[in-house]
């Protein structure tokens, strides 16, 4: 005879493998539409222009753990007028995991010997009233000052750190999704004032020279159409 409490401990594990089922994400979600990272960003627009060959991206993702967890690594230095130039690197994930946590700059940069002087979460005013949730980093070593502006986009959700990060990835789990994901990262050495200055005029224009069907895989659907809408007016 089933004793009441095996009943009770069977009913348990039945609800448990349900409710595990229940929140196993099923539905594919794919910002970047087609193409890739590298194509859907400009490499030319108003007053900059990329160059590939001289890019001094530090620390490097392109080593063999990085090659397992992006489905695709960009580097860039665009360059101004005057000859000032910006470090872009994009990772980009199909299928998002705690991949881009591994590779958060303000855990990467001190693992390859930098000193994060300063950290803080902010918003960038991008266009059409939009606010871009970014981080902005001072990294030193030695003689070397970067500055660095980046943001993550799990999904439609833009984590401005860790703990955020994780929290997407189980509200996207929760609503059934397996997102793609992106981290993109820009910088400029020098002092800083001037530096994030110049970042964030360069996080703007590059927006606004993305193509509209683009925008969502770098900053989501939200912000995107915020864009678009402006740029049409």
């Known amino acids: ?26 539905h594919k979600l794919l910002l970047l539409k087609k193409g890739t990272i590298e194509e859907a960003l400009p490499s030319k627009m108003p007053g900059w222009e990329a160059d590939a060959t001289s890019a001094d991206l530090t620390p490097e993702l392109a080593g063999g753990l990085a090659q397992t967890l992006y489905s695709e690594i960009v580097s860039r230095v665009y360059f101004n007028a005057a000859g000032t130039g ?11 995991s705690d991949a881009l946590q591994l590779h958060r700059p303000e ?45 993550t986009r799990v999904g439609e959700r833009l984590p401005q750190d860790g703990k955020q990060q994780r929290e997407a990835r189980f509200l996207n789990s929760f609503e059934g999704l397996v997102p793609d994901g992106v981290l993109i990262r820009c910088s400029a050495l020098g002092e800083s004032g001037p530096a994030f200055k ?36």
Not at 2 to 23: K, S
Not at 86 to 96: D, E, F, P, S
Not at 107 to 136: F, H, N, Q, T, W
Not at 207 to 222: I, K
């Open 1 to 26: 005879m089933i004793a009441r409490r095996d009943l009770i401990i069977a009913g348990m594990a039945v609800a448990a493998a349900g409710a595990a089922e229940a929140l196993r994400p099923r």
């Open 86 to 96: 910006v470090m872009l690197l994009a990772a980009y994930g199909k299928t998002q």
């Open 107 to 151: 855990v990467c940069y001190p693992a390859v010997g930098y000193a994060i002087e300063s950290s803080a979460a902010e918003d960038l005013p991008v266009g059409g009233g939009a606010m871009l949730p970014v981080r902005k980093l001072v990294a030193i070593n030695q003689d070397r000052r970067e500055n660095i502006v980046y943001w």
């Open 198 to 233: 110049l970042l964030e005029t360069f996080v703007q224009d590059l927006l606004r020279a993305t193509a509209p069907s683009e925008r969502p895989a770098l900053v989501g659907s939200e912000i995107a159409n915020r864009l678009n809408a402006q740029i049409r007016t």
